[in-house]
T-cell receptor
Framework: DTGVSQDPRHKITKRGQNVTFRCDPI?????LYWYRQTLGQGPEFLTY????????KSRLLSDRFSAERPKGSFSTLEIQRTEQGDSAMYLC?????????????????FGAGSRLTVL | TQLLEQSPQFLSIQEGENLTVYCNSS?????LQWYRQEPGEGPVLLVT?????EVKKLKRLTFQFGDARKDSSLHITAAQPGDTGLYLC????????FGAGTRLTVKP
């Protein structure tokens, strides 16, 4: 297993354009998370999926943001009509939702991130 | 929303010194995790603490979970330049929210 993969690693776009990021989680992981991180800050939670179901969305996720995980495997995060304030690192993480409250459950494995620059 | 506050925000020390960074919340957590993040990379898990009062050691790093499970600390003994990075705490049963982190620089 190669870990969590994110593509592209870097994206430069002009304001108003749409961008899409892809995340391929660890294959046996059933939970997938998206975070946004700006310089000097910790990751901000955006949304997470358990299998194909989107269970939680942050209010940070405006109507210009949409995330999908259609088959419970890879996920995409689309940003429509990008704004300069969307410039950030978009991080994906996956975990295995265990049963019985194991401390190993919900350990997040992160990808290297997709850095977005909106000009 | 369960907020996690980390302090200090920045810390710059000389190699060989000891340091402690803190993660505090007004909420009770079933568990807290500590991650380290290097520039251009995603965070990497260091440890998970679960039981109030728990102490875990990872080589020169000592992690403690508060008795009330609202706070945690990370102590590094004899810091090395390789310890440089952003130290993040995270909690929450589902969405895993992160603090803003402590950016540590260890100078040779």
């Amino acid at each position: 297993d190669t870990g969590v993969s994110q593509d592209p690693r870097h994206k430069i776009t002009k304001r108003g354009q749409n961008v899409t990021f892809r995340c391929d989680p660890i294959s046996e992981h059933n939970r997938l998370y998206w975070y946004r991180q700006t310089l000097g800050q910790g990751p901000e939670f955006l949304t997470y999926f358990q299998n194909e179901a989107q269970l939680e969305k942050s209010r940070l996720l405006s109507d210009r943001f949409s995330a999908e995980r259609p088959k419970g495997s890879f996920s995409t995060l689309e940003i429509q009509r990008t704004e300069q304030g969307d410039s950030a690192m978009y991080l994906c993480a996956s975990s295995l939702r265990g049963t019985g409250g194991s401390t190993g459950a919900n350990v997040l494995t992160f990808g290297a991130g997709s850095r977005l620059t909106v000009l | 929303t369960q907020l996690l506050e980390q302090s200090p925000q920045f810390l710059s020390i000389q190699e060989g010194e000891n340091l402690t960074v803190y993660c505090n919340s007004s909420s009770v957590f079933s568990s807290l995790q500590w991650y380290r993040q290097e520039p251009g990379e995603g965070p990497v898990l260091l440890v998970t603490v679960v039981t109030g009062g728990e102490v875990k050691k990872l080589k020169r790093l000592t992690f403690q979970f508060g008795d009330a499970r609202k706070d945690s600390s990370l102590h590094i003994t004899a810091a090395q330049p390789g310890d440089t990075g952003l130290y993040l705490c995270a909690g929450g049963s589902r969405e895993r929210r992160f603090g803003a982190g402590t950016r540590l620089t260890v100078k040779p």
